[in-house]
């Protein structure tokens, strides 16, 4: 034995050194030697070094790396077949060992590993002159390479022999990799170049943890990349933190960028045609370039699966020929040829003339017919086949997940410019548009996953079908036919399935709706007990889901036994036929090679069902996307087509707002219109990582406008809202850039004023008034879209710039809709709305919106703090006692709508004109005129800030510097105060006699308690009145001038210095007052993006309930000033959202298995059991068949007188009988699962939603509206739809792995010994996985909930969010949102793809053990080759189905995590409806007298929360009327829930007629009490549905009702009258309408007991005075309890009750409290004065 072998001539040369392949072999060892000792050296030195020790966490990639790495791997698969030829080639030669043959291989094998390590380590250094000895290398193999191939020809080796291709192949390969050397070397120039290029790292390494696109080729390949966060995952559970910041090319915005500029080019070319645009061809032009290659991916895949058929049947040839025997054959004297059963073994021995031997080289045939080889292939073939496939998904999910990130950005954009008029017009509701947002841009994702099956099944199809038509002919064909044409059934199914899936959305889309109503208005429901009327509600509509769901299920039925029937009997018919029409033999081979392709075709039908399913889905959703991305969109300054309008208001300065959070963005969308062609592109360039949008779709707007003429589909010009842009022109087109100014310091005006010091300034200055703010000219609007039914009519106003304007009128006359006109927020079916360019605006809408943030959140709204402006708006609206009660200060979250709140946000901002829809009604008296004087008088109009004010309090008219009186949607006048009685002395006078009879309800009472020394000062309390009303009633031109007359004359020679004098700051300045002031102010908290269900606030004083700055989280006084509590946890108001640990509790599906009928699911599981123990009967029936046929055919052709003919029948009837058994039971399993899928989803929802109407209200506190919506909506939707499916492919997946080892084990028992360490190893990775895997769903689940709960914010505030040009601000919010969801969902999917790469891995270890222990054990005559050949095809099903168990149970896992969500909301705590001692019986008539005891009473919010009430005792008589008042934070609120027990009452008793309310059933308790609360709420439907919900009340008690409300002649002018449908929270009505219904509703229910919390606030003042006339006579002989705002409601009660700091202080007659001038009631009444 030698290195040449042991023959003489081994070392001869005597006819050349190149004939001697010995010697060229050694010289092809040198290069491989060199190379390998040289960098062994640099890669120990190196890492040895100082920089070596480092922990490297950048690198970079070369020019090449993927091909580099490519050509390498490549490179190794070819030295590892070169050392099996050799090897082979060695073994042939009988007579000695040539070492020569496989060890250069060898050493090249290493070499290539080494190169691949050495180049990995040289990116990471970044040190490319390294690279240079890669470079030598490449080029001395090359040389040596071509030697070994000339030499080969010397020696006559020839094309059939293997060594000849393996040689030129390592040339070509070694030949790229030196042109990748070269590129490198000319792109970065790191050698025998001057200048030196380097390469530079990503900026995100370093920060993001998602590295993907940044680790070299092998690991993107096998996500090796993933081990360190896995482990992360799998030591402690992970949180949101640990997985880092979103890459950028991720983001939210980059993947909207590309989907909108795709969107506007479709929409384009859709308009060119005349035809609807396409959002399939949206995306797929926006996300194409990723897509194509993944199908190329996908291709190679799908080609590779086909290696195994072919193998199959070599296999079990081979094992045949070898079984057979072996024969030796002489064909020439100079050859010597081995041949096996007449098939050509290993090799060939070349001889010279002389005969002795000196080559040995395997053909390529020969070599590849060896069944060990085979099975070498097979496996590798295997790999690489899981490789490219799992690779191929990884991209389309990624490219899925990023569009359902650029499609939730897209639907946010869309929403801020979505016209009211869609949704309030029922067009569109909030809950579909919660749906788009949450279900169709999953649907849409989903699709993303299955889009290469399009052409990828139908190649599969055909492929397997040519094939086996080429092994069994025709009946192979007419077996295989079957599945074309199952296709069109498939189609029908699949279309009948979307026409279903579109009424099951529309009916979740109505569910949601109601469900989300129901959450919006749970306080009034509750308080009216009317939680059975919607639990029924919704029920009917979730049973109409239902039915639809039964429908889907039955179509999902059909698909699924489609795709296991068809594949199934087409075997048996192919098999059933073949003996009747071909001639060939029925050999086992190709029996089982046909098996395993018909195996293969189960994969594409199986996949047709998720399919056809999720492109059904798909479609669905988009059909329902299009028209909302299409729908109406607000008209406004900056709509696209307006004509500008300017005027002059003076220098402008830079507007910096917008700026905060958006530094350093530069972003844009270009669209080039040029020939009649449009071309869009996107460009992004962030040089920070920040979230914000800067407006993208403003771009597309050529010019920023700021006018609207008639224009009904205009765009809002976010971008104008937030930031001052720069809008330039570039040959591509207009491209937006938004940048961080480079000024920085202390800001001045152009006065030279400092903004810092302008609240000083102002006090003794004013500025130059410009001209009007805004003006409409003709117009005419409508609320309506179809018909366009005007509801403002010929409008022509001119605001007045920094002036006062007041717009009165009575209810439903227009006020409200004047400003939503003006706003661009209703059609302009004609005219003009004109604002001066650059006004900023402030609005306070009509319904108070606040955010669920801290106090301090609301107030700056995005704004940078500063601390002095702060500071003086808390002045103003004399906010500091109620901060002081806060647990945490300002940073306190707040829990309500809460109307000084809106207002001290209006005075933080920085706009030029603030609108203010009437909150003055909602204040008491003396607080609304402290608003109104130190807020509206001093701080906004010495500013000359233009106010618009809609109010019902006329007392204020006198302030005006402009009036506007609308009436019946039209302006009845405008002007001057003065001028009314000349133009309409009727209105005059209606003025006087109101304001006449309010003061007689205040004076009489004081001035007969109050003596002469006290009438100074009532005239000065009463100022308010007083001035106005004396001014109406004194002759013209003998009224007084207001102060704010004199005070604005007193200043007007400095006005020309400071004309457009603004608060404005830089963001360093801001900062710089934040460091100056930080021991003022707390760090702001980051709040839950969502929002929650504002409670009626519990503490108010003498503010209204609204005055009132309420922590729902613990009382407002403490009493306990000792104990210290952190103050920022105490003002922490919306509870983190629960989040279990570890795996999903076997409580869950023990849960789920309950509600889905235990028997039921018992059924399921037997049948399941049974169909596929029938499918692998049949098959070892084929396989027996087989051999039977393949035994008889070999006996029939070794004798000569064979007369026997083989009998098919007995076997045709049992493989028949057990295929069409299982196929019967494979239907009947899956129809029966989701019968059970659909009951166990009916009895969640049901339960959850009887759960959640019985809760306590403090839950809807402490959880945001979408957080709750997201269990009806998202996890319902997981529930209905994907958990069964789910179910039912992992139940097939596990039983046929199941039947594949038990195939292997009964053909080679030996198999278990090899099997069991992999099941031992599986089961290791899926507990290593699912550590991780869980908590990466619940960290996906949980950063859901913030999306929806910004979102339902969002659309509940677009008018307000509008008015403010805040939309970029609150897109950023969405953004950030959005990209932290976006982050767990791609490391969930990243890490299946992990997963299920290991696990086909470890399949192709399974099929490699399988093929050569059952061929070692077939050789060995332990087993047939039949076995043989149905093993292999077993475990090409257990390589794939293996990982989909894994990758369906952890699927199944994140679906059980909405059951577990689900099930979390089912078990929570409700109200007790029985008391421990037993409920009371009451009578019909109870409360009968309606008096009302409390004894020793204490309330608290929670058990763990101070008490807000204490002790409380007093005792009401029936029929009486009392008027509660107090202090802010005193606990009035509190005490009146406690009457409805929505209030925990921790000590004492409330007795009502002499019954304990805690005895009464709630459901009777709250149904016998009435109340009209001051936030009116009404609900979709008609208006006969809000009076009376449950149909017991005449039509004659209705229009008594509605007359005694002044509503009748408004109703009655409706077409359908009390049928005429009522929006989604009415908003068809203004709020002083519902505040009406309210009155109405407490009208019909005639309850003993009325309890009214200001319930005529938003009424005008004639209106008031009669219904509390009305009042006082209707409930003459009922109890009436009243909350006053306007002290002048109570004063004729028979008495008042005074709460201070949760205490009663003071129960007396008005009359008795107000002589004595030390009571608490007195002050109250005088506070004003004070």
């Not at 000196?358 to 070599?367: G, P």
């Not at 001119?798 to 059609?827: C, D, H, N, Q, Y």
């Not at 999903?1144 to 123990?1173: E, K, S, T």
């Not at 069964?1284 to 009964?1306: D, H, Q, R, W, Y």
């Amino acid at each position: 034995m030698g290195f040449c072998g042991s023959r003489d001539d081994a070392l001869r040369v005597d006819n050349g050194v190149l004939q001697n392949e010995c010697f060229v072999d050694v010289l092809n060892i040198v290069p491989h030697a060199i190379f390998l000792l040289i960098s062994v050296f640099i890669l120990i030195v190196w890492n040895r070094s100082v920089l070596g020790q480092l922990h490297v966490t950048t690198w970079v990639h070369y020019h090449g790396h993927s091909l580099r790495w490519t050509v390498t791997l490549v490179l190794v698969i070819s030295c590892g077949v070169g050392i099996a030829e050799g090897v082979m080639s060695d073994y042939m030669d009988q007579d000695t060992v040539n070492v020569h043959t496989f060890l250069p291989q060898c050493l090249a094998l290493v070499a290539a590993l080494g190169s691949i390590t050495y180049y990995h380590n040289v990116e990471q250094w970044n040190s490319p002159r390294f690279l240079l000895v890669l470079m030598g290398y490449w080029l001395s193999m090359i040389v040596l390479k071509f030697l070994k191939a000339f030499s080969l020809y010397k020696n006559e080796v020839i094309h059939v022999h293997l060594r000849v291709w393996l040689t030129w192949f390592d040339v070509f390969l070694y030949l790229i990799l030196l042109l990748v050397e070269l590129n490198v070397l000319r792109v970065q120039r790191y050698a025998f170049f001057k200048k030196y290029i380097p390469a530079h790292s990503s900026k995100d390494l370093g920060t993001s943890k998602y590295i993907h696109d940044h680790v070299n080729l092998l690991s993107k390949a096998t996500f090796w990349w993933l081990n360190s966060t896995l482990m992360e995952g799998y030591k402690n559970p992970l949180e949101i933190e640990d997985l880092g910041p979103l890459p950028k090319n991720e983001g939210a915005v980059t993947q909207y960028a590309k989907l909108h500029a795709s969107f506007e080019e479709e929409k384009y070319k859709a308009s060119c045609s005349n035809k609807s645009p396409s959002f399939h061809k949206t995306y797929l032009r926006a996300f194409w370039p990723m897509l194509m290659f993944a199908g190329v991916l996908r291709l190679f895949g799908v080609l590779l699966s086909f290696v195994g058929p072919w193998c199959i049947e070599h296999i079990v040839d081979y094992s045949y020929a070898v079984k057979s025997g072996t024969n030796v054959n002489q064909t020439d004297p100079s050859t010597q040829t081995y041949r096996v059963n007449n098939t050509t073994d290993n090799s060939t021995i070349f001889t010279e003339p002389n005969g002795k031997n000196t080559l040995l080289y395997v053909e390529v045939s020969n070599f590849f017919s060896n069944g060990y080889v085979l099975c070498v292939i097979l496996f590798v073939s295997t790999v690489l086949e899981h490789t490219l496939m799992q690779n191929h998904h990884f991209i389309v999910i990624r490219q899925g997940i990023r569009l359902k990130a650029a499609l939730q950005t897209m639907i946010f954009g869309k929403a801020l410019k979505l016209s009211s008029l869609v949704i309030n017009s029922g067009k569109m509701t909030i809950g579909q548009i919660m749906n788009h947002i949450s279900m169709d841009t999953m649907f849409l994702m989903y699709l993303f996953f299955f889009i290469h099956f399009i052409w990828g099944g139908p190649l599969q199809i055909i492929l397997a079908l040519l094939l086996m038509y080429y092994k069994l002919g025709w009946s192979a064909v007419i077996g295989g036919s079957l599945v074309i044409l199952a296709v069109p059934l498939q189609y029908f199914t699949g279309n009948g399935l979307s026409n279903v899936q579109k009424k099951c959305m529309a009916k979740a889309d109505k569910r949601v709706k109601k469900t989300n109503e129901v959450i919006q208005g749970i306080s009034v429901i509750k308080l009216l007990a009317w939680e059975p009327i919607f639990n029924k509600s919704i029920t009917e509509t979730r049973t109409d889901e239902l039915k639809c769901l039964y429908f889907n299920s039955l179509f999902r039925v059909l698909l699924s036994f489609i795709g296991v029937a068809v594949p199934a009997i087409g075997t048996m018919v192919t098999f059933l036929i073949h003996p009747y029409l071909e001639d060939e033999p029925f050999t086992v081979g190709k029996a089982l090679s046909t098996l395993s392709l018909f195996n293969l075709l189960q994969l594409p039908c199986w996949l047709i069902t998720h399919f056809v399913n999720t492109f059904v889905t798909a479609n669905v959703s988009v059909k329902r996307l299009l028209p909302y991305f299409l729908a109406e969109e607000v008209e406004g300054p900056g709509g696209r087509g307006a004509k500008t309008h300017t005027h002059s208001i003076g220098v402008e300065t830079t507007d910096l707002d917008g700026l905060i959070g958006t530094e350093n963005i530069r972003l844009g969308l270009v669209v080039d219109i040029s020939n009649g062609t449009r071309k869009t592109s996107s460009l992004l360039r962030k040089d920070e990582d920040t979230c914000s949008l800067s407006s993208l779709e403003s771009t597309y707007s050529r010019t920023p406008m700021h006018s609207r003429h008639g224009s009904r589909a205009s765009l809002l010009d976010t971008h104008e809202a937030n930031k001052r842009a720069s809008i330039g022109r570039t040959s591509a087109g207009s491209v937006l850039t938004v940048s961080e100014p480079a000024e920085s310091g202390r800001r001045r005006h152009t006065s030279g004023v400092s903004t810092e010091d302008e609240d000083d300034v102002a006090d003794v200055t004013t500025v130059i008034e410009p001209r009007a703010t805004v003006e409409v000219s003709h117009g005419n609007f409508s609320w309506e879209l179809e018909t366009r039914e005007l509801s403002l009519k010929n409008i022509d106003i001119r605001i007045p710039s920094g002036k006062l304007t007041i717009i009165v009128g009575p209810v439903g006359s227009g006020k409200s809709s004047l400003l939503s006109a003006i706003l661009g927020e209703m059609i302009t079916v004609s005219g003009t709305v004109d604002w001066n360019r650059g006004t900023r605006r402030a609005y306070v809408s009509q319904k108070p919106w606040l955010l669920n943030a801290s106090l301090k959140d609301n107030i700056l709204f995005g704004q940078q703090f500063q601390w002095r402006r702060y500071n003086k708006v808390l002045q103003a609206c004399a906010l500091q006692p109620d901060i002081a009660n806060l647990p945490a200060g300002d940073n306190t979250e707040i829990g309500e709508k809460n109307w000084l709140v809106n207002i001290r946000r209006t005075l933080y901002s920085k706009a030029y004109t603030v609108i203010l829809d009437d909150p003055l009604s909602a204040l008491d008296a003396h607080v609304g005129k402290h608003v109104f004087e130190d807020a509206i008088l001093k701080r906004l109009l010495r500013r000359k800030r233009t106010v618009i004010l809609v109010t019902h309090h006329l007392q204020y008219l006198n302030q005006a510097n402009h009036v506007i009186v609308m009436k019946e949607g039209s302006v009845q006048y405008q002007g001057k105060l003065a001028d009314v009685k000349k133009v309409d002395p009727d209105l005059y006078e209606s003025w006087r006699r109101a304001l006449r009879d309010f003061k007689s309800t205040q004076e009489p009472s004081q001035k007969e308690t109050l003596g002469v020394d006290n009438k100074e000062a009532l005239e000065h309390s009463d100022s308010d009145v007083t001035l106005v009303s004396d001014n109406l009633l004194r002759p013209e031109g003998h009224r007084r001038p207001s102060g704010q007359m004199l005070g604005s004359l007193s200043h007007r020679c400095l006005s020309t210095q400071l004309s457009n004098m603004e608060e404005e700051t830089t963001s360093q300045e801001g900062n710089e007052m934040m460091e100056d002031h930080s021991h003022h102010d707390k760090a702001r908290g980051n709040h839950d993006l969502g929002r929650g269900k504002p409670f009626h606030d519990t503490d108010t004083g003498n503010h209204d309930r609204e005055t009132s700055i309420t922590y729902m989280g613990r009382g407002n006084h403490d009493n306990d000033t000792g104990s210290k509590i952190d103050a920022e946890s105490s003002g922490k108001l919306i509870k983190k959202e629960h989040r279990e640990i570890g795996a999903v509790a076997a409580g869950v599906y023990w849960r789920y298995m309950l509600a889905c009928c235990p028997p039921l699911a018992g059924v399921v599981i037997m049948i399941y059991v049974i169909y596929h123990a029938c499918f692998v009967a049949g098959n070892m029936v084929l396989a027996k068949w087989t051999e039977e046929v393949t035994d008889f055919e070999i006996r029939k052709q070794m004798s000569a007188n064979f007369t026997e003919t083989f009998d098919n029948g007995q076997y045709t009837r049992l493989y028949s009988i057990l295929n069409l058994t299982g196929i019967g039971g494979a239907m009947l399993a899956s129809g029966l699962l989701y019968i059970a899928g659909i009951q166990a989803s009916k009895v969640l929802h049901f339960t959850m939603l009887d759960t959640i109407l019985h809760i306590p209200i403090r839950f809807f506190d402490t959880n945001p509206t979408g957080r709750i919506l997201n269990r009806f909506s998202s996890d319902m939707s997981q529930i209905d739809q994907k958990l069964p499916t789910t179910l039912e492919n992992l139940m097939k997946c596990f039983f046929l792995t199941i039947s594949a080892l038990v195939v292997n084990s009964i053909g080679t028992p030996l198999f278990l010994l090899a099997v069991i360490p992999l099941l031992a190893l599986y089961y290791c990775i899926q507990i290593f996985f699912r550590a991780t895997s869980r908590e990466l769903q619940r960290l996906e689940s949980l950063t859901k909930s913030p999306i929806f709960s910004h979102f339902s914010e969002t659309l509940n505030g677009l008018q307000t969010i509008r008015a403010y040009r805040a939309e970029g601000q609150f897109q950023c919010q969405a953004i950030q949102a959005i990209n932290n969801n976006t982050t767990p969902l791609l490391f969930i999917h990243s890490v299946n793809r992990w997963l299920g790469i290991r696990l086909d891995y470890m399949g192709a270890v399974v099929v490699f053990l399988a093929a050569v222990s059952s061929l070692s054990a077939c050789l060995a005559g332990q087993t047939t080759p039949a076995s043989v050949g149905l093993s292999i095809t077993y475990a090409l099903l257990v390589s794939f189905y293996l990982n989909w168990i894994v990758r369906l149970s952890a699927e199944t896992e994140m679906m059980m995590n909405s059951v577990e969500r689900v099930d979390e909301y089912t078990q929570l705590d409700t109200e007790p409806v029985r008391h421990p001692e037993g409920n009371v019986a009451i009578d019909k008539a109870w409360p009968e007298n309606g008096e009302i005891e409390f004894r020793n009473v204490s309330l608290r919010y929670e058990e763990n929360l101070d008490p807000v009430v204490n002790e409380a005792s007093f005792i009401l008589q029936g029929g009486e009327k009392i008027g509660i008042c107090g202090r802010t934070g005193s606990g009035k609120s509190s005490l009146l829930l406690s009457l409805f027990r929505m209030i925990d009452i921790c000590q004492g008793q409330i007795l009502i007629d002499g019954k304990d309310t805690m005895k009464v059933p709630l459901p009777e308790l709250r149904s016998r009490l009435a109340i009209i609360p001051q936030d009116p709420v009404l609900f979709a439907g008609t208006i006969r549905y809000n009076l009376d919900p449950k149909c017991e009340v005449s039509d004659e008690r209705i229009w008594l009702a509605l007359e005694t409300v002044q509503l009748k002649d408004t109703i009655t002018a409706l077409s359908e009258q009390l049928d005429s449908s009522v929006s989604e929270g009415g908003e068809n009505f203004s709020v002083g309408q519902k505040q009406l219904f309210c009155l109405a509703r407490a009208f019909l229910r005639e309850n003993q007991i009325l309890i009214l919390d200001e319930a005529t606030a938003s009424i005008d003042l004639e209106t008031d005075i009669k219904l509390q006339n009305v009042i006082s006579t209707a409930f003459q002989t009922r109890t009436v309890i009243t909350i006053a705002h306007r002290i002048s409601t109570i004063l004729k009660y028979d008495r008042v009750l005074v709460m201070d700091s949760g205490r009663i202080v003071e129960i007396n007659t008005p009359d008795k409290l107000l002589e004595d001038t030390d009571s608490h009631f007195y002050a109250l009444v005088h506070q004003a004065k004070k």
